[in-house]
């Protein structure tokens, strides 16, 4: 009836506007009346929608040119109405035309109306539910009563729609629900609900209420209990198995019905709908009353019954009446394979184990009995006669002599998963550092036997070998050893003691001298540290050299004296130094030290190996050798004599050779005087003392005072105590006479008159407070060296004489060396004539200070430096550097005292 209302309805709407636009094409073709300008009251009054001002008088209508937002002019402007799809509201006095909301439909204002129309005619909203114009019901109160649009703004009521779980038939003002076992999705004018595919059914408690829509064929459309789906057909649960509730078609669960739990099953087919028609018992599970009344009325209800543990057996049947258990033990204390057996004929005898029927028990085979251990494979009946035994070395499988067996593999015979047993030969082994072979002759079954490898041989296995088969013990490669019995690898051939490992492959040779290796190192000989050697015979392997302590003191080395020995094997770590010139060693205790020469002698370079004196074979310095060279004597050379020590000249007779006292230089000087007088003056060299060491102590002992002829000693005429008029070589001898007294002796000679004159003078103590310190010339100096020197006249040029062997007196020699003589008994005013004080240019006398014996060495360092000066004098702490004064045909001689003529202290 609704539908037809709605069909009349839009049938009438569609005729007014068809008139509507016939009037307004009549309206066109005729000539429009003139119009007038109406009051805002009027055009308000005739059409409240036209925008202010836009209202004219036409006739005895008002027209309105232009409507307010929202409104469109209708009937040649004589009213404006809501478009299509909107409807008027009005709020506060003020309308407009808004959208219409979703669930509703509007057909917009009548298009005929007049000045003046109703507001009804200007658009009304319309109820998909009744299909009657309404302004108070809401979009969710029509979802509530099961209409709705496909959004806002419809037009008609053809676009109204049915919700989920709703239809809306052929005639209708309201929709309809869908019934028990049917659905829709909604969104669709369908006159009808669609049902579930056959076996399906919804779960009458999920849609007992009124208010319960069936929306989908997911929600509605179910698996029943006591069924299943499977190809998209349903079919009943099998025996065994159930479905207590409804489960959705998508469920993975919908394709399979629940299975009884394990030793309980159903009596029949037929679609069981609970667990409890899992009341069934089956063979193999241990069930009792007690069992089964603990589960209530039910039966087993949700309850799990055991499978018949290890050991135990039930054929199937009903449960005992007296409560007991239905399993059953297997005889003589035999077991079975796994839990929930049916049947005695599957109990029997575990891999591993043998039975003791006397003692009703099962028992491991064993693992050593007399050095040999046994197995057993495979399960055996209970009732076999073959796998009865007392011990089990019948019953089980020997592995062989030296071989035993551990119990590694899993057992099978209970619950306890850490037990193991050995039921097979990968149970037999051999320890480490044992060797196994087959047992020649044998074939079916193979037989084997093991020992522990011999010394130089090693197991193919470092670890347990488990199994039989052949692993024989492996030879070390040659003069290799093993420490023990039983090596478990080739890295255990190794070095015996004092030998090493010498190449990539492992071989080994003796350790050379000076080298050592303990057994078993693996590793080449290792050197003995420096200045040690090993004094064992190589090939001697009683005595090998196996540590550091076997390296002791090498030839010419020794621990040095300031390093403590402890006299012990740590010795041998102590470092020997080369033995210092002077000393020797012949080595071969790990604390030998060098042993010093005898007195006087020393060694020709550190290093010296030997066992006695007899290594010291040079002198040492100051000494030498005073007889024949075959027996070895040293001596402190006497005066006039140097011995420097060996310098590695090894020929006799030269400086260096470190034997043979050297004489001091012989020193030839040679004068010609102004007359043409040549004289020639040899002077032996000397030293102060004797055991002289290098050549610098030699020292001429007569020397010419100056290198210009003429110069005098500028003495005090209170040194000299005698003139005479005698020969220049009378003059010099007679000095040296008087010299053979310990004295020193000045002579001057006058080549004009031909008379000498000369004095003595004592040598004095160091410290003595006047001193005149005469400076010496080397003979290391002048010797070997040619020089004459001819006297100077006035106004005549130097004469000169050169001769082999000859040499002219040189006063600025820096020799080092000074005479010191005791002035202190003259007098002060001839303690000042010592010679002339030397002085520069301008008058300075050359004088310093000199307090100690630092500053006088300072001194006589000056009068080195100085060409003119002789001598130096000290008195009373001021030292003087002295120079002679000149006079023509004059010469000047110093002679030291005769050596070893001077007194102790001087």
């Known amino acids: 009836m609704a539908q037809r209302v709605a069909c009349v309805l839009l049938l009438v709407l569609g005729a007014a506007a068809h008139a509507h636009a016939t009037r307004s094409l009549q309206q ?18 005739k059409i409240p929608s036209c925008q202010a001002g836009k209202c004219t008088a036409q006739g005895a209508n008002v027209i309105c040119s232009q409507c307010r937002a929202t409104y469109v002019r209708t009937n040649g402007g004589q009213h404006c109405v809501c478009p299509v799809g909107t409807y008027e509201r009005c709020t506060s006095g003020s309308c407009s035309c808004v959208q219409c909301e979703q669930g509703f439909f509007c057909t917009g204002g009548v298009r005929t109306a007049r000045n003046g129309a109703k ?32 959004g806002p703004g419809a037009k008609q009521a053809s676009e109204c729609l049915p919700m989920a779980g709703y239809i809306m038939p052929m005639t209708w003002t309201q929709p309809a629900k869908c019934a028990a076992g049917t659905w829709s999705a909604g969104g669709t004018r369908d006159a009808s609900c669609t049902p579930c595919p056959a076996g399906l059914w919804e779960d009458e408690t999920v849609f007992s209420s009124a208010n319960a829509l069936r929306t989908s064929q997911e929600s509605v459309c179910m698996v029943p209990p006591g069924a299943y789906l499977s ?46 028609a899992c009341n069934v018992a089956l063979p193999g599970f241990n069930i009792n009353q007690d069992t089964i009344a603990s589960q209530g009325v039910d039966g087993l209800g949700s309850a799990e019954p055991d499978p018949c543990p290890k050991g135990t057996f039930f054929e199937g049947g009903a449960v005992p009446a007296d409560g007991a258990s239905t399993c059953q033990p297997c005889p003589l204390g035999t077991t079975t394979l796994s839990t929930g057996t049916s049947s005695v004929a599957n109990c029997g005898v575990p891999p591993g184990y043998f039975l003791d029927a006397t003692a009703g028990k099962l028992v491991k085979c064993p693992t050593n009995i007399a050095g040999q251990g046994y197995y057993r494979n495979g399960w055996a009946r209970w009732d076999n006669t073959a796998v009865q035994d007392t011990d089990g070395t019948k019953a089980c499988t020997a592995c062989g002599a030296g071989i035993l067996s551990a119990w590694t593999e899993a057992d099978s015979s209970g619950s306890d998963n850490t037990s193991l047993v050995a039921t097979s030969a990968d149970a037999c082994y051999i320890e480490a550092g044992w060797g196994m072979e087959k047992v020649p002759g044998t074939e079916d079954p193979e037989q084997f036997r093991a020992a522990i490898c011999p010394n130089g041989t090693y197991s193919a296995q470092d670890k347990r070998s488990f199994g039989l088969w052949n692993q024989p013990c492996m030879a070390c490669f040659p003069n290799q050893i093993t420490l023990r019995l039983g090596a478990i690898n080739y890295t255990e051939c190794t070095n015996a003691a004092g030998w090493g490992v010498f190449s990539a492959d492992g071989s080994v040779a003796a ?47 020794g621990i040095p004296d300031d390093v403590q020995l402890t006299g012990t094997a740590s010795d041998a ?88 006292c050297l004489a001091c230089p012989l020193t030839k000087y040679a004068y010609v005087s102004s007359k043409g007088q040549k004289e020639l003056y040899d002077s032996e060299g000397i030293t102060f003392s004797q055991g002289s060491t290098t050549i610098d102590a030699c020292t001429p002992r007569l020397s ?26 009378a003059c010099v001898a007679g000095c040296r006479t008087k010299s053979d007294n310990g004295v020193s002796c000045f002579a001057e000679y006058d080549y004009a008159t031909g008379k000498c004159r000369s004095g003595t003078m004592q040598l004095a103590a160091e410290g003595a407070p006047a001193r005149l310190l005469v400076k010496l010339i080397p003979s290391g100096i002048v010797s070997g060296t040619i020089s004459a020197v001819g006297a100077v006249g006035q106004g005549s040029e130097m004469g000169s004489f050169m001769g082999s062997g000859f040499i002219g007196a040189v006063s600025g020699s820096k020799s080092g060396l000074y005479r010191q003589l005791d002035i202190s008994s003259f007098s002060a005013a001839d303690q000042s004539k010592m010679g002339v004080p030397l002085a520069d240019d301008q008058g300075v006398v050359a004088s310093m200070p000199a307090p100690d014996a630092a500053a006088v060495e300072a001194c006589r360092s000056w009068c080195d430096k100085n060409p003119g000066c002789w001598a130096v004098t000290v008195i009373s702490g001021t030292c003087t550097l002295r120079t002679g004064a000149p006079l023509l045909d004059v010469r000047s001689f110093y002679v030291n005292p005769k050596p070893g003529s001077v007194p102790a202290g001087v």
């Not at 078609?249 to 709908?273: H, I």
């Not at 010419?704 to 070589?729: K, M, N, R, Y």
């Open 231 to 276: 190809d998209g057909e349903v079919y009943s649960c099998d025996q065994g198995t159930f479905r207590a509730s409804y489960v959705k078609v998508s469920s993975p669960a919908a394709s399979k019905c629940f299975s009884c739990p394990k030793g309980v099953t159903t009596k029949e087919e037929g679609g069981a709908t609970s667990m409890a």
């Open 704 to 729: 010419q005072q100056a290198v210009h002829a003429g110069q005098v000693w500028g003495l005090p005429d209170s040194v000299f105590t005698a003139t005479q008029s005698i020969a220049a070589e």
């Open 511 to 557: 350790c050379p001298r000076g080298t050592w290796n303990p057994a078993g190192s693996g590793t080449a000989c290792t050197a003995c540290p420096a200045g040690r050697t090993t004094d064992i015979n190589p090939e001697d392997m009683d005595t090998a050299q196996d540590g550091q302590e076997d390296c002791v003191v090498a030839p010419g080395y």
């Open 119 to 150: 507001p009804m005619q200007r658009g009304a909203r319309r109820s998909c539910f009744g299909l009657e114009a309404d302004s108070k019901s809401t979009t969710a109160d029509l979802a509530a009563k099961g209409v709705t649009t496909a």
């Open 573 to 660: 770590t102590l470092p020997p130094a080369l033995c210092p010139i002077g000393t020797y060693s012949n080595g071969g205790e790990i604390g030998t030290r060098c042993t010093a020469c005898s007195a006087s002698f020393t060694t020709s370079k550190n290093g010296t190996q030997g066992a006695d004196n007899s290594a010291c074979n040079k002198c040492i310095p100051g000494y030498g050798r005073t007889d024949s060279k075959a027996a070895v004597s040293c001596s402190m050379c006497s005066y006039g004599f140097y011995q420097t020590g060996y310098n590695g000249w090894d020929a006799l007779n030269h400086a260096g050779d470190g034997e043979i």
């Open 28 to 45: 066109q073709n005729k000539k429009a009346p003139a119009r007038q300008t109406v009051t805002p009251a009027v055009c308000k009054n």
